[in-house]
């Protein structure tokens, strides 16, 4: 799994930059007032990436020039966010891993972007991608 996740993090580091596209209704909804994600409380996206900063339980691992990335120790949960001169920025996406009783990996993302829709759309788009990329990886 540690591996898997390594390359996760290496495929969203390395992932070239794509249109962005219409996410479906219903999908998301407008990110106003405080949000909880994978276990922190802000008041908005910039709230939550200074307590992933700060927070001795993550680590920040080597990134992209569009994000940063930090994960736990046990590299269960994976915290992104895009950096300052992004389009989407502030925006911030926590994926948790996990595996069930017979031992299926499973992973749960939430986002958080407070940049324009369409760009939001992209960047939640993208990261979709992404978790189908690991997920197809994952089953071979």
């Not at 994926?95 to 992973?107: A, F, I, V, Y």
């Amino acid at each position: 799994m540690r591996r898997s996740l390594v390359i996760g993090a290496i495929m969203l580091a390395t992932y070239a930059n794509s249109h962005a596209q219409q996410v479906t209704e219903g999908i998301h909804r407008n990110g106003q007032g405080p949000s909880t994600m994978c276990g922190f409380h802000g008041a908005d996206a910039l709230d939550l990436i200074r307590q992933v900063k700060a927070s001795p339980a993550l680590r920040r691992v080597p990134a992209s020039s569009r994000f940063e990335l930090f994960v736990s120790a046990d590299e269960m949960t994976q915290w992104v966010f895009t950096r300052p001169g992004e389009q989407a920025y502030p925006a911030i996406t926590c994926r948790r891993l996990s595996r069930d009783s017979r031992g299926s990996g499973h992973q749960e993302r939430t986002m958080r972007c407070e940049a324009g829709r369409r760009v939001c759309d992209g960047l939640f788009a993208e990261f979709q991608r992404l978790d189908e990329q690991f997920r197809r990886s994952l089953s071979k």
